[in-house]
């Protein structure tokens, strides 16, 4: 048996080590102020933005969340006490690659690819097959920026009004990074988590 989680439902640290905004971060109302990526004047006129009223009506945030950031040790020994043998998880886009764009591999932040190293790793020495969510709706902020033209998954071309792709190569470096750096030891990989709810419900 086994479980799953998402990244920004568990880890916390929102803005340490090199972490960018995440749109979660915005909805949710964190201070982003100086984060990479962060500039969100598009949807609120003074920083940091308001917390959503649907969010702030159950308290949510992912600030802190239960702290995983840092306790990661303690729980895969909680995980390998209760004979769990298979874990999915997300990597935060947002921290691999703090204002989404992967710029060559200069965007890409290695205090974040060394954290999820020794996860994965820790969770084979503990017996435990981690099976990786590349996309569990924290886009990067930076890449969520109508006024420049960065509309994220739903970017549309001005004259068509259909979409045009314009996130895809940063996704594709996004994945192929993930690919290459973790894939010796990440077999299974899920590509969206429940696409019909981040597009349909969130922006439909």
């Not at 048996?1 to 990244?7: C, D, V």
């Not at 006490?81 to 290695?110: E, T």
């Amino acid at each position: 048996w086994g479980l799953g989680t998402a990244s920004y439902q568990i880890e916390g640290a929102y803005r340490e080590d090199g972490r960018g905004a995440s749109i979660w971060d915005t909805f949710s109302g964190a201070d982003t102020v100086g984060m990479p990526g962060a500039n969100c004047s598009y949807c609120c006129t003074e920083a940091p933005c308001k917390i959503n009223p649907a969010m702030k009506a159950k308290g949510a945030t992912g600030n802190v969340a239960c702290d995983h950031w840092h306790t990661c040790e303690d729980d895969i020994a909680l995980m390998k006490s209760m004979g769990l043998k298979h874990y999915r998880f997300s990597i935060a886009w947002p921290r691999v690659i703090p204002d989404g764009h992967y710029n060559g591999g200069l965007g890409v932040n290695q205090k974040a690819i060394d954290w999820y190293n020794e996860f994965i790793n820790a969770l084979h020495d503990a017996g435990i097959t981690p099976y990786v969510t590349l996309y569990h709706w924290d886009l990067p902020q930076g890449l969520l920026y109508p006024a420049a033209g960065k509309g994220g998954w739903y970017s549309v071309d001005e004259a068509t009004g259909k979409p045009d792709g314009w996130i895809l190569p940063e996704w594709k470096a996004y994945v192929d990074l993930c690919f290459r750096t973790f894939g010796d030891r990440v077999k299974t990989w899920i590509t969206f988590n429940e696409a019909w709810t981040f597009t349909f419900l969130a922006s439909g």
